[in-house]
């Protein structure tokens, strides 16, 4: 579970932490679009884009992957692709793919094996068109796919495993076979499909799996267990355009809104403070993916708005320059109230990758 990677990152951070309570955080130039401008260009140190230019200083498959689209978008297609072939080459090295790689090129897991590394990688390559990349590691991604299928899935129902506990988007919440992940299972299957890979998991209609477990008629369900609303649950099944019926879109944001988890803007992953956080980090930062307010979930978010909203995105991205021209800075993410989040040992990270997203938002 945790080994010295996590620790070192850990101390990172709380390094982090001390110089922000002295210094404060990085202030940028300009207005909302050339402070994340200069952002995304800071996030670009010549091999990779990592998560930020803050304690994130890392690769995370799961962030770059949600900014390809607009990072292409933004000119940087050259870019994505070497990040591809970088993280490609850690993970054939490594035999398999992970969560994280650190400062010194190791691949590790925050915190275990999670089904979204694959489904964005495969995804990623896709958006990019890195045909080279596909020929010349399919046997690598091949691999990988039989894996998550041997390993990852009941292979009786489809979904999921229920009797393990896999990393997350919500990587320190212990979460069993989540909508969200069998979305990433979902995902997965196309992809290789896609691109024409060999893929086990093609027997399953897993659109067809998703609803008839999560869906209520009015919104995705967290897990098949409970019955709250969740700001995940209901954004990735349409922001990976697993399904794309408007009537259900608008039917999930109606949810969304009724519980407040888009105020004082988006998005947070659940109106309440859940009990299920991995100990000691719900010690060091209290409440980090609780119902807190998280800028990546609410970008993405926010494109699924688009989709069916246009006064509405508007709304939530004045919201999002406000903080970007007050900080001075694109923020990780903020607590329960819209203000920075912070704890004795944890400060939210700054010069976030994602400020990527906004920009091609707001065009």
Same mark, same amino acid.
Request: with cysteine.
């Given at each position: 579970?945790?080994?010295?990677?996590?620790?070192?990152?850990?101390?990172?951070? @709380?390094?982090?932490?001390?110089?922000?309570?002295?210094?404060?955080?990085?202030?940028?130039?300009?207005?909302?679009?050339?402070?994340?401008? #200069?952002?995304?260009?800071?996030?670009?140190?010549?091999?990779?884009?990592?998560?930020? #230019?803050?304690?994130? #200083?890392?690769?995370?498959?799961?962030?770059?992957?949600?900014?390809?689209?607009?990072?292409?978008?933004?000119?940087?297609?050259?870019?994505?692709?070497?990040?591809?072939?970088?993280?490609?080459?850690?993970?054939?090295?490594?035999?398999?793919?992970?969560?994280?790689?650190?400062?010194?090129?190791?691949?590790?897991?925050?915190?275990?094996?999670?089904? *979204?590394?694959?489904?964005?990688?495969?995804?990623?390559?896709?958006?990019?068109?890195?045909?080279?990349?596909?020929?010349?590691?399919?046997?690598?991604?091949?691999?990988?796919?039989?894996? &998550?299928?041997?390993?990852?899935?009941?292979?009786?129902?489809?979904?999921?495993?229920?009797?393990?506990?896999?990393?997350?988007?919500?990587? %320190?919440?212990?979460?069993?076979?989540?909508?969200?992940? %069998?979305?990433?299972?979902?995902?997965?299957?196309?992809?290789?499909?896609?691109?024409?890979?060999?893929?086990?998991?093609?027997?399953?209609?897993?659109?067809?799996?998703?609803?008839?477990? &999560?869906?209520?008629?009015?919104? /995705?369900? *967290?897990?098949?267990?409970?019955?709250?609303?969740?700001?995940?649950?209901?954004?990735?099944?349409?922001?990976?355009?697993? /399904?794309?019926?408007?009537?259900?879109?608008?039917?999930?944001?109606?949810?969304?809104?009724?519980? %407040?988890?888009?105020?004082?803007?988006?998005?947070?992953?659940?109106?309440?403070?859940?009990?299920? &956080?991995?100990?000691?980090?719900?010690?060091?930062? %209290?409440?980090?993916?609780?119902?807190?307010?998280?800028?990546?979930?609410?970008?993405?978010?926010?494109?699924?708005?688009?989709?069916?909203?246009?006064? @509405?995105?508007?709304?939530?991205?004045?919201?999002?320059?406000?903080?970007?021209?007050?900080?001075?800075?694109?923020?990780?993410?903020?607590?329960?109230?819209?203000?920075?989040?912070?704890?004795? /040992?944890?400060?939210?990270?700054?010069?976030?990758?994602?400020?990527?997203?906004?920009?091609?938002?707001?065009?």
């Amino acid at each position: 579970m945790y080994n010295h990677h996590h620790i070192r990152e850990g101390l990172r951070m @709380l390094q982090r932490r001390i110089s922000i309570k002295n210094e404060g955080i990085k202030q940028y130039e300009g207005d909302a679009e050339e402070i994340c401008k #200069s952002i995304v260009n800071d996030c670009w140190n010549n091999v990779f884009f990592q998560v930020s #230019s803050g304690h994130f #200083s890392l690769f995370y498959m799961r962030d770059f992957s949600m900014c390809v689209e607009a990072l292409i978008k933004l000119g940087y297609k050259k870019e994505v692709l070497k990040t591809l072939h970088y993280a490609l080459v850690v993970y054939s090295r490594d035999k398999h793919t992970s969560t994280t790689i650190s400062q010194d090129h190791k691949g590790f897991n925050v915190f275990s094996y999670a089904p *979204d590394t694959l489904a964005f990688l495969l995804y990623s390559l896709r958006i990019a068109d890195a045909k080279d990349l596909i020929e010349i590691y399919k046997p690598f991604l091949e691999a990988e796919i039989d894996y &998550f299928y041997d390993i990852i899935i009941d292979k009786e129902t489809g979904l999921i495993r229920s009797d393990k506990v896999f990393s997350s988007i919500k990587d %320190n919440s212990k979460r069993r076979s989540s909508c969200y992940d %069998n979305c990433c299972a979902a995902v997965i299957s196309r992809e290789a499909s896609n691109l024409k890979l060999h893929n086990p998991l093609k027997q399953y209609n897993y659109e067809e799996l998703i609803k008839q477990t &999560f869906w209520t008629g009015e919104y /995705f369900k *967290d897990t098949k267990e409970t019955n709250y609303v969740c700001g995940d649950a209901n954004t990735f099944p349409y922001w990976f355009k697993l /399904f794309i019926d408007k009537k259900m879109i608008k039917s999930s944001i109606k949810k969304i809104r009724e519980n %407040n988890l888009d105020k004082p803007f988006p998005l947070k992953y659940t109106s309440f403070i859940p009990k299920n &956080f991995m100990f000691p980090l719900s010690l060091l930062a %209290n409440n980090y993916e609780g119902n807190t307010i998280w800028v990546h979930l609410g970008l993405c978010y926010i494109d699924v708005v688009a989709k069916v909203d246009k006064k @509405l995105t508007k709304y939530y991205l004045e919201q999002y320059n406000k903080r970007i021209e007050a900080h001075k800075n694109f923020l990780e993410l903020y607590d329960e109230h819209g203000k920075v989040y912070k704890t004795l /040992f944890y400060h939210s990270d700054e010069g976030m990758l994602w400020a990527s997203k906004w920009l091609v938002l707001v065009k």
